[in-house]
Each structure stands twice: as C-alpha cells, then as structure tokens.
C-alpha cells in the first residue's frame, strides 16, 4: 500500500471571481500544497538540502467536478499513482466541508538532480517512503 497524505485548506475570499465560487486557478494553488506536502513526508525536500536532489513538475492537470464556496475549508488527499524509474504521478482528490467530490488533480513529476542538471533515478530511501 503507498502512501496517503492529507491537507486541509482554508478557502480565502480572495480565491473567488466573479461569479462567486472558488476560481479554478486556486485548485493548481490546492494541488501545489498537496503536492509539496507529499514530498516532505517522501523526504525529498530534505534530500535536496544535503544533495540537490529534489524534482521539477512535468505535467499537471485538473478535472472540475463541483463549485467550491467561501467559507469553508478543501480537504485535500493525495495518493502515488504511479512510480518509475526517474518519475512518479501523484494524484489529489479535493473534497468540500460536506464530503463531495470537487475535483481531481494529477501531477507527474521528474525526479532532478540539480548539481548535475539531469533527471535521475527515484533514490531507494525514497521509494521506500512512496510504498
């Protein structure tokens, strides 16, 4: 079984336009928290301290399913999808206070070394941290 984080986010009234829900611009916001909490729990933001081995986003994406309101707070879960050599899918379920279903959001990121400036392979500590 992989991983499973979880968020939560508080909906900022400036996150609306102007047809009063929450503008879909703020989901990649959502998605971007989501993400980088993923990677802490991985240990790769820790990994680029001491190594400069972090990741750069290859592809993002996000499916709206229902409008989300001010006030309230985006729970935000996200689960690996998928894991190769270099790269690995993450994807972000988003829920509303009451539970439905707002959107889903997939990132694919490439693993980076930063020293070297070239993709490298998912080190073991991390992949043992995905799984």
Request: hydrophobic share 45%.
């Amino acid at each position: 079984m992989s991983l499973t984080t979880h968020l939560n986010l508080r909906i900022d009234w400036s996150e609306l336009d102007v047809f009063g829900h929450v503008n879909n611009v703020a989901f990649h916001k959502y998605a971007q928290a989501a993400r980088l909490n993923y990677v802490e729990q991985i240990g790769l933001m820790n990994l680029y301290q001491t190594k400069k081995i972090g990741f750069m986003v290859a592809e993002t994406n996000c499916r709206f399913k229902k409008e989300l309101l001010f006030p309230g707070t985006i729970h935000i879960e996200t689960k690996m999808e998928f894991a190769k050599n270099t790269s690995f899918a993450l994807e972000h379920t988003m829920t509303n206070d009451q539970g439905e279903l707002v959107a889903i959001a997939r990132d694919v990121l490439v693993v980076f070394d930063f020293a070297k400036k070239e993709k490298c392979l998912i080190p073991e500590l991390i992949k043992e941290k995905m799984h």
